[in-house]
């Protein structure tokens, strides 16, 4: 039986997703530290319009790094690689409702399916690390929280509702820091939607995340929010988009993409 | 009878809008300094799906700043403005082919047409001047030269061909300073897509653009090249997208966007 590397911060892409094709189910946060990390969006051709005009109008939370042909199983993002079964982990949801937790989405692919690939912030976390810029969630073994924000999307056609964020608790005196780093990585989301306030952005409680695990600050951190690829899979499942499949919060796509460039 | 000022590169971009509005036929090169200027490009709903697409994959000579729904006559980026009337001049292409230069489209406007707006390079000429980079075109009272390149565009749907590019003739000492200013002006086409060498691009002979005026150099000037919006419209004709709508080359739409917001 292979081995898992210990540190997979340092396994190439391919490698890893060989790993996850093979059926290891992970989160990539802190894998293939440098590369790109997307989410997967896997919709039908009828709505594609919709999504990519909606991914126009909201960049921060949507910046689309490849559109697939329908039915097309690979993107020019990692030519070697498999959509349907090179992420460890997908979600399957009809008409807007999770149906199924699968690694590998082969049996369910549909010809009409267009896949979108969207930066992930998980991508610039290597590059804040260099920068001298902690990590609290990975410090303490969880994964970054996503919060449902008050701040709406612009819609397009079908789609519409609240920007999800993600967070991270920066020392004050690295947030300037960090607005450098991330502004550099424009690929995947960029400089970040909101310093400082949760409240501005209707967030009641840190501690409850919607997604992910809540993350303890240490004394004068300050909560920095990014827009997360998570608001355009909302929208479409607002929407009740008959057929959807997203990788499973925080399980992404790892492509060839080196991570800065933006 | 009200008089155009002699400096248009101070008139906010609302009452530059009027005079076009009024009649008045001009290139926008120079005017409203400081904002944004964007290429129009009317098509039929059933043309946007490619269109849209064929942006996301060709960012650099397509920055989409905004994409209307079907019919509509305003955007975003300039609530006040109407789209068929306030450009200094549009063209109007059927099946791929010129059939008329108007200054006024309401006549032909259709309630299935989708505009996209899109950065043009006009809009970072301020911000070069203001960093020393002097502009030969302007020296020499000259549109920008547009040169069809070898670079083919990544196609999408009915959609392909050759990148357009802008050049600008800019002294060697102040390359690295053009290119760091256009950088911060990615909803503009940002950077240089090449630099130095019109033969690798395919271009036999500067003093022949396909666009625009020839441009005299000064010595130990360099051929600094934009991807140009007009890469999207030699696409649609090229694919004889039924009706088309776009501005004459030179003669932008002015928005409400400073220019340096990238």
Same mark, same amino acid.
């Given at each position: 039986v292979r081995q898992l590397p210990a540190e997979t911060a340092t396994l190439p892409p391919a490698e890893a997703r060989e790993w996850f094709r093979a059926g290891l189910v992970s989160s990539t946060d802190g894998w293939a530290a440098g590369w790109t990390q997307a989410n997967l969006l896997a919709i039908p051709r009828d709505w594609a319009y919709d999504l990519l005009l909606y991914a126009q109008r909201n960049p921060g939370a949507c910046p689309v790094l490849d559109v697939t042909e329908p039915g /097309?199983?690979?993107?020019?993002?990692?030519?070697? $690689? *498999? %959509?349907?079964? !090179? %992420?460890? $982990?997908?979600?399957?949801?009809? !008409?807007? @409702? %999770?149906?199924? @937790?699968?690694? !590998?989405?082969?049996a369910v692919w549909r010809e009409d399916l267009v896949t979108f690939l969207i930066g992930c912030s998980l991508s610039f976390e290597a590059a804040l690390a260099a920068a001298g810029v902690p990590l609290r969630h990975r410090q303490q073994g969880r994964q970054v929280p996503l919060y449902r924000t008050a701040v709406q999307s612009? &819609? /397009?056609?079908r789609l519409a509702g609240p920007v999800v964020a993600s967070m991270r608790w920066i020392p004050a005196e690295r947030v300037a820091t960090a607005v450098e780093v991330t502004s550099a990585h424009r690929a995947t989301h960029g400089p970040p939607m909101h310093i400082g306030s949760p409240a501005a952005l209707g967030i009641a409680d840190l /501690?409850?995340? *919607?997604?992910? *695990? &809540?993350? #303890?600050?240490? @004394? =004068? *951190? +300050?909560?920095?929010?990014?827009?997360?690829? +998570?608001?355009p899979l909302a929208a479409v499942r607002a929407a009740r988009a008959p057929l +959807?499949?997203? #990788?499973? +919060?925080? =399980?992404?796509? %790892?492509? !060839?993409? &080196?991570?800065?460039?933006a």
């Open positions: /097309a199983t690979t993107t020019v993002l990692a030519p070697a $690689a *498999d %959509l349907r079964t !090179d %992420l460890p $982990a997908y979600r399957l949801f009809r !008409d807007g @409702e %999770l149906v199924a @937790e699968l690694t !590998d989405v082969s612009r &819609p /397009a056609g /501690a409850r995340p *919607d997604d992910g *695990d &809540p993350v #303890q600050p240490a @004394e =004068h *951190d +300050v909560p920095v929010f990014w827009a997360c690829g +998570v608001t +959807v499949i997203a #990788q499973k +919060v925080g =399980h992404m796509f %790892l492509t !060839d993409l &080196p991570a800065a460039t």
